[in-house]
């Protein structure tokens, strides 16, 4: 008699993809891995960087309590005692990135490479053998976003507003803080925290009433620099919030949803009841399963992030819906035709995975495995053929009975 394990030869490698499946499901991967390690990283590595900081920060808050307004950045007395505060603004940083991280934010994930490799960066110059770890680490979180790139693509509103908050936050207070330090070069002189902070929020909305006017060449420099930051942050902030805002919209009203992170999983493409129970059998074996259809199935009887609306006879389609990636395509509707131009869409684009037909008619089974399908299954022959050996008393026969509603490709 033959098995049904039979029916397929899978490779060793599909095999393992299968395997890697199923143990992602169960351990639910998806839902934690790589976000949440990368994630608790980042996080350790802020919290490092901040409390590597706090010792020198002890003794610089003192002095940065007397500081004076001055002419010239070299008349600070604190400047070289300065050099903690590049770590403490890295440290909180990541800190707030690594949140981000965690709702798998692309903005997030940029900003945590561009971050963490200035980390790196700051590390190497002030090499020590007691870094040695801090630098493993910090490389090994570098290595891991690389890797792991494609598991942050969400446009996230909330990403973005905490990157318009902390955007403007460090950009206020180096505003504030320039103005207050580099006050003697102002006329008239910056001499409070007050004037300081006017003189910030009146430079970076291009307002200038003109009160207070840059002398000294540093002065000038300074605020050509936070007029140019204002205008970048404060554009790449409002882009960052109300794009993700529309942009799921359009895509969905466009191109449908889009699905580049779909893997070793079946792309079923049906909706009558054939298909729902196989979606239903395949997932309890925790195999992942996306359902393309030609419109949303009123009722919606399997869960939304696993529905994808399309035309499946259209390869553009097919590869949205990750069947390049794919174990196997099942093109399980009712129409024998419109399942024989889904194989063969499939096999034209190279689909490595199998693919499989449902035919309902059993004059077409023989056209059906000339489109070179791996497995044409013929339930619906199979009732016939059941109800009429029960009808004469005939004993069913394992091997005939595979043989009427499974026929393999190998078979033409």
Do not use: C
Not at 7 to 22: A, C, D, E, M, Y
Not at 272 to 299: C, D, G, K, S
Not at 383 to 406: C, K, N, P, R, W
């Amino acid at each position: 008699m033959m098995r049904a394990t039979e029916l397929f030869h899978f490779s060793p490698w599909q095999r393992v993809r299968r395997w890697g499946t199923r143990v992602r499901a169960v351990l639910r991967l998806d839902r934690w891995f790589p976000q949440i390690p990368l994630a608790l990283a980042v996080a350790g590595l802020g919290a490092i960087s901040v409390l590597q900081a706090l010792p020198a920060l002890q003794s610089l808050i003192p002095q940065l309590a007397v500081i004076t307004p001055s002419r010239t950045l070299t008349e600070l007395p604190v400047m070289s005692d300065l050099g903690a505060i590049p770590a403490l603004v890295i440290g909180v940083i990541l800190l707030i990135m690594a949140l981000g991280l965690v709702f798998r934010s692309r903005l997030s994930w940029a900003l945590t490479l561009i971050i963490s490799a200035i980390s790196l960066a700051l590390l190497l110059h002030r090499f020590q053998h007691l870094s040695v770890a801090m630098l493993i680490f910090n490389g090994m979180i570098l290595v891991g976003l690389l890797v792991f790139r494609r598991h942050f693509s969400r446009s996230s509103v909330a990403a973005g507003t905490l990157f318009a908050s902390l955007s403007i936050i460090l950009l206020m207070s180096y505003a504030v803080f320039g103005s207050y330090v580099l006050g003697a070069g102002f006329s008239p002189q910056i001499k409070s925290l007050e004037s300081a902070l006017y003189f910030a929020v009146v430079t970076m909305s291009t307002v200038g009433y003109g009160d207070i006017v840059p002398k000294s060449p540093e002065a000038r420099y300074f605020v050509i620099s936070i007029i140019i930051l204002g205008i970048t942050v404060f554009a790449t902030s409002i882009s960052a919030v109300v794009v993700p805002l529309i942009n799921g919209r359009m895509q969905r009203l466009l191109l449908g949803e889009k699905r580049s992170d779909w893997s070793d999983h079946y792309v079923l493409i049906g909706d009558n009841l054939f298909a729902q129970n196989t979606y239903r059998a395949l997932r309890r074996r925790h195999l992942r399963v996306l359902v393309v259809a030609r419109a949303r199935p009123e009722p919606l009887w399997l869960p939304e992030e696993d529905l994808f609306v399309g035309d499946p006879t259209d390869p553009a389609v097919l590869r949205r819906a990750g069947a390049m990636r794919a174990l196997g395509v099942l093109a399980l509707r009712n129409d024998d035709s419109e399942n024989a131009f889904i194989v063969l869409t499939a096999k034209e684009m190279a689909v490595p995975g199998k693919t499989v037909a449902l035919v309902g008619n059993q004059r077409h089974l023989q056209r059906l495995r000339q489109t070179g399908v791996d497995l044409v299954i013929a339930p619906e022959v199979l009732g016939g053929q059941l109800l009429v050996e029960s009808l004469m008393g005939e004993g069913f026969q394992g091997d005939a009975m595979l043989d009427t509603i499974f026929s393999t490709g190998a078979k033409a």
